[in-house]
């Protein structure tokens, strides 16, 4: 018979141990995985927001990662059809740099597209090493870095336009942050492969 005070140890030995690893393990998950990128603090900070969904999947958190990107390029593009140089009158559009601000809306409605789509990708790969893996992986590699195109398209319309002087700094600042973001979003995707 099993002595019902090894029980009770086993309970309250157990008991801890099970909540300190489903409650630290995650952000500890999250701070390892965010050293592979290039921006691991801002890494960081828009993933920490996710531990209970993401738990310990490397794919979950790069599809998290993924759709935190898209998400942000979204408002970025909201942010720029707000800015009142970018109004509603063409020829003034123009005058501020209508070029520039017309190519970013464009390749962001563009990357926020790729974006969610290789967040489809990453949910159909299936288990590692299962046939899918390597062609769904493969796939979302390809329209993350056709985002982070996009995004260079974006910075160097904006340089090249000399009517776009009046909003070059608050478009770039946000592009360059959404181009960091899709970087770690891209390191976190490759990383996928890395396991064996
Ligand atoms: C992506 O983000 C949006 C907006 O926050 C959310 O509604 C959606 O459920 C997320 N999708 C995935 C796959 O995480
Ligand atoms: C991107 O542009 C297409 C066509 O103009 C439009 O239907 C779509 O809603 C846009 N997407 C976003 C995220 O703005």
Redesign the pocket.
């Known amino acids: 018979m099993e002595n019902p005070s090894r029980l009770i140890l086993l309970f309250f030995v157990l008991i801890p141990c099970f909540f300190g690893l489903t409650f630290s393990a995650p952000a500890e998950f999250i701070h390892s995985s965010c050293k592979v990128t290039q921006y691991p603090t801002l890494c960081e900070k828009y993933l920490s927001v996710y531990p209970p ?1 993401v738990q310990r999947s490397p794919s979950q958190l790069a ?2 990662a993924l ?2 990107t ?2 942000r390029a979204l408002a970025v593009s909201n942010f720029i059809k707000r800015m009142p140089v970018s109004g509603k009158d063409p020829t003034e559009r123009k005058s501020h740099g209508g070029g520039a601000v017309r190519d970013c809306l464009e390749t962001l409605n563009d990357s926020v597209d790729r974006l969610r789509r290789s ?1 489809t990708e990453v ?1 159909r790969m299936g288990r590692y090493g299962s046939r899918s893996f390597k062609w769904h992986l493969s796939n979302a590699q390809t329209w993350v870095s056709a985002a982070l195109t996009d995004q260079n398209t974006c910075l160097d319309s904006l340089l090249q336009d000399k009517s776009a002087a009046g909003v070059r700094v608050p478009i770039r600042r946000q592009i360059v942050a959404v181009s960091q973001l899709t970087s770690n979003a891209l390191a976190l995707v490759n990383r996928l492969d890395s396991r064996n």
Do not use: S
Request: glycine share 0%.
């Open positions: 969904a599809k998290a759709n935190v898209a998400n967040v949910e």
